[in-house]
């Protein structure tokens, strides 16, 4: 099993920045791609950016040159730095990974969620 906990979420005014976190534990062998999606009020869940084990990034045209995707690979974690945030940001963000279990199968695991809210 593989577990996320995700933090770094709250309130902030809009041109404000935050930066989520997204830590994976449990029976890990390796992870694969690592990513954040989004779900605003009302609206369907949407990919943010995505990281490959090799660092080779996917960001969406609506945050690109705004929100920047890393990972550490010692330590299981992918972040979201989040700059010059717009109300329309405002959403819950979840955290997503491929994973490769001990002793062998693949999983997909999403984190609980952390909320974004910008205000104008």
């Not at 935050?18 to 690592?34: D, F, H, P, Q, V």
Request: proline share 3%; glycine share 12%; net charge positive.
């Amino acid at each position: 099993q593989v577990q996320l906990v995700e933090s770094g979420g709250g309130l902030v005014q809009a041109g404000g920045s935050l930066r989520l976190s997204c830590a994976a534990s449990g029976s890990i062998r390796s992870i694969n791609a690592m990513g954040w999606y989004r779900q605003p009020p009302g609206k369907q869940r949407e990919s943010v950016a995505r990281i490959t084990k090799f660092g080779i990034t996917n960001v969406a045209d609506s945050v690109k040159g705004r929100f920047t995707i890393s990972r550490d690979n010692g330590k299981n974690t992918v972040y979201l730095q989040m700059n010059s945030l717009k109300p329309e940001d405002t959403a819950v963000y979840y955290c997503n990974v491929d994973a490769i279990t001990l002793p062998g199968g693949a999983v997909n695991a999403w984190g609980q969620g952390t909320l974004v809210t910008v205000s104008s």
